[in-house]
């Protein structure tokens, strides 16, 4: 009898964990190659990690990359009579590499010493995704632009700071309004009773272009000052590897938000959002698994890219002809001043090249994995079930730029959305992805980040000066996890930040 029981416990045990999740490759402890044959090695940290076409393309798909690496640092004007025109009327910064610098990512800005606030000029590399909550259960259509955030009347679904010259008689450079940061701190106490401070970017606006003196109320009005507007800040982000992303088998991130990890608290959820190319190629249903952006919203590097174009810079290319703000009353006084420029204002070859280069850049290979701090940091990591979400490595499928085919890789992702908590959450829903959800960062390359940009800072918006504050940001589904940490001895929790150091 007890034998029996004690049988069907271990039988328990072994089909309840082989139910709870595919079991992890340890060999990402000692995996040097990152992006597999993609890979550029790196024997330390450099300056130079993230700028490389990937190791095993063509000469002449080396070419390519090379003119969309121009393009990626062009600084595109408003001026109609020069070559790189196109700018404008609203943007958020002027050329791609501002805000992903040197093909990493982006920093809040620096607040003036004995200021509360900065307000954000030229040349940041952080920007608002603002939309209205229609209150509506999202089932896709084209009638409500397959589930996609409704844009702010008036304004559009990302909040433009800058604006071309003679767009605001009122306030010169500014674009649909003004926003300014200021930090809101706090402490977090490990149980071992260290502690350490934390700080997060709150953001206002002021001087939208529509808003008015209300007398009744005595304030200023504005459609952006209503209560169903919802603002997000997103932070640039590193360009590394987004290939090899577009190449990891969906059947693969499926099987991960399959996996129940419900002991651990952990759900992974896809997102389905719009997608140009399906569009544009007449399917009735243009929806596809996100991949990219920081809730997953969109499906490609070629969506995300030429949408940033027209977005982020004010460039209308072949995918998204018509600037962000058609429609809106800001643009129709523009135009009445100035006629528009011809459409689009990228041209094909430009636009397709800067996609390339933005799916071709190559990973750095790991550094110090013989050191035993970063192997003993490589267990720690899965054993405090960072796992769980940062999903070690995939075998690539198929991919349309042969290089980045049938690799394994080591991301440190699953490509998936999870509840990251309060703390983190921006409330703010796109597609299906909640206020509180964000896809899991790939953690590659993470040891050189601040090597590329002393300041970049880490999480969704730039929030984390250092590794360990981006850890300790982590609550929601990531709770359990966290917990695990902080309840490490002090020399394990460098450990596993050295680990991460390695990446
Ligand atoms: C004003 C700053 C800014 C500019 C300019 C900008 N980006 Fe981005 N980029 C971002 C932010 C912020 C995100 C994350 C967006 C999100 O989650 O919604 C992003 C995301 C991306 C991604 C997806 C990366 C990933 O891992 O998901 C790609 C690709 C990209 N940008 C390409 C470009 C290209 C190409 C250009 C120039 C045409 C460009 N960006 C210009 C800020 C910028
Ligand atoms: C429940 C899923 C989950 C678990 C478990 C988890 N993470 Fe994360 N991690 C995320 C998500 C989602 C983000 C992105 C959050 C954001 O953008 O604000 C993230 C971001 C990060 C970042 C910042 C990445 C960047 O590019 O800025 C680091 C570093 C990190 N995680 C390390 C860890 C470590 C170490 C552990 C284990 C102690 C861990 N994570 C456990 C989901 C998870």
């Known amino acids: 009898m007890q034998k029996s029981t004690l049988l069907l416990a271990i039988q328990l045990f072994f089909s309840g964990a082989a139910m709870a999740a595919p079991a992890i490759d340890?060999?990402?402890?000692?995996?040097?190659?990152?992006?597999?044959?993609?890979?550029?090695?790196?024997?330390?940290?450099?300056?130079q990690a993230f700028r490389n076409p990937a190791a095993n393309l063509s000469e002449e798909e080396v070419r390519r990359h090379m003119a969309g690496d121009a393009l990626f640092e062009r600084n595109f004007s408003d001026d109609p009579g020069r070559f790189d025109h196109g700018l404008g009327p609203v943007y958020n910064n002027t050329n791609c590499n501002a805000c992903h610098a040197k093909d990493g990512r982006g920093a809040l800005p620096v607040l003036p010493i004995g200021q509360e606030k900065v307000l954000l000029r030229q040349n940041e590399a952080v920007f608002l995704r603002i939309s209205i909550e229609d209150g509506l259960k999202k089932v896709k259509s084209a009638a409500n632009?397959?589930?996609?955030?409704?844009?702010?009347?008036?304004?559009?679904?990302?909040?433009?700071?800058?604006?071309?010259?003679?767009?605001?008689?009122?306030?010169?450079?500014?674009?649909?309004?003004?926003?300014?940061?200021?930090?809101?701190?706090?402490?977090?106490?490990?149980?071992?009773?260290?502690?350490?401070?934390?700080?997060?970017?709150?953001?206002?606006?002021?001087?939208?272009?529509?808003?008015?003196?209300?007398?009744?109320?005595?304030?200023?009005?504005?459609?952006?000052?209503?209560?169903?507007?919802?603002?997000?800040?997103?932070?640039?982000?590193?360009?590394?590897?987004?290939?090899?992303?577009?190449?990891?088998?969906?059947?693969?991130?499926?099987?991960?938000?399959?996996?129940?990890?419900?002991?651990?608290?952990?759900?992974?959820?896809?997102?389905?959002?719009?997608?140009?190319?399906?569009?544009?190629?007449?399917?009735?249903?243009?929806?596809?698994?996100?991949?990219?952006?920081?809730?997953?919203?969109?499906?490609?590097v070629f969506h995300q890219s030429l949408g940033a174009l027209r977005g982020d810079i004010g460039v209308t290319n072949y995918a998204f002809p018509d600037e962000s703000i058609v429609g809106t009353a800001l643009y129709d006084k523009f135009i009445?001043?100035?006629?528009?420029?011809?459409?689009?204002?990228?041209?094909?070859?430009?636009?397709?090249?800067?996609?390339?280069?933005?799916?071709?850049?190559?990973?750095?290979?790991?550094?110090?994995?013989?050191?035993?701090?970063?192997?003993?940091?490589?267990?720690?990591f899965h054993q405090t079930s960072c796992t769980s979400c940062h999903q070690p490595s995939f075998v690539t499928g198929h991919h349309e730029i042969p290089a980045f085919a049938n690799q394994k890789i080591y991301p440190y992702t699953d490509m998936l959305l999870h509840d990251m908590g309060p703390g983190l959450a921006d409330g703010r829903q796109d597609f299906d992805a909640t206020g509180n959800q964000w896809k899991t960062r790939p953690l590659w390359g993470m040891g050189q980040t601040q090597t590329i940009n002393p300041r970049a800072g880490f999480l969704h918006d730039g929030r984390a000066r250092t590794l360990e504050e981006a850890i300790l940001w982590h609550g929601g589904e990531a709770e359990y996890s966290k917990t695990r940490f902080a309840q490490l001895p002090k020399e394990d929790r460098i450990a596993l930040i050295q680990f991460i150091r390695s990446l």
Do not use: C
């Not at 995996?31 to 090695?41: K, P, Q």
């Not at 996609?148 to 605001?168: C, E, I, K, N, T």
């Not at 005595?218 to 000052?225: C, D, I, K, N």
């Not at 190559?362 to 035993?372: F, I, L, Q, T, Y």
């Open 145 to 300: 632009h397959w589930g996609a955030p409704v844009p702010v009347p008036g304004f559009s679904d990302q909040l433009f700071h800058l604006g071309s010259y003679g767009l605001r008689e009122d306030l010169e450079g500014a674009g649909q309004a003004q926003v300014w940061m200021s930090f809101e701190k706090s402490t977090f106490t490990y149980p071992d009773g260290s502690t350490v401070e934390l700080r997060k970017p709150i953001f206002t606006v002021t001087s939208p272009y529509d808003q008015y003196f209300d007398s009744v109320t005595g304030q200023m009005r504005s459609r952006l000052f209503e209560k169903d507007v919802k603002m997000g800040p997103r932070m640039g982000t590193p360009m590394i590897g987004l290939g090899l992303l577009e190449a990891i088998k969906e059947s693969d991130i499926r099987a991960l938000a399959a996996r129940d990890l419900s002991a651990e608290g952990v759900h992974g959820q896809v997102n389905m959002v719009f997608d140009i190319q399906k569009s544009m190629a007449g399917d009735p249903y243009p929806v596809s698994m996100g991949r990219f952006g920081l809730k997953n919203n969109t499906p490609s």
């Open 336 to 380: 009445a001043t100035r006629p528009p420029l011809p459409e689009p204002q990228a041209s094909k070859e430009v636009a397709d090249d800067l996609v390339f280069y933005s799916r071709t850049l190559a990973v750095p290979s790991r550094r110090n994995v013989e050191n035993p701090i970063v192997i003993r940091g490589a267990n720690l």
């Open 26 to 47: 340890m060999d990402y402890v000692n995996a040097v190659m990152s992006g597999g044959d993609t890979t550029v090695i790196f024997k330390r940290e450099s300056i």
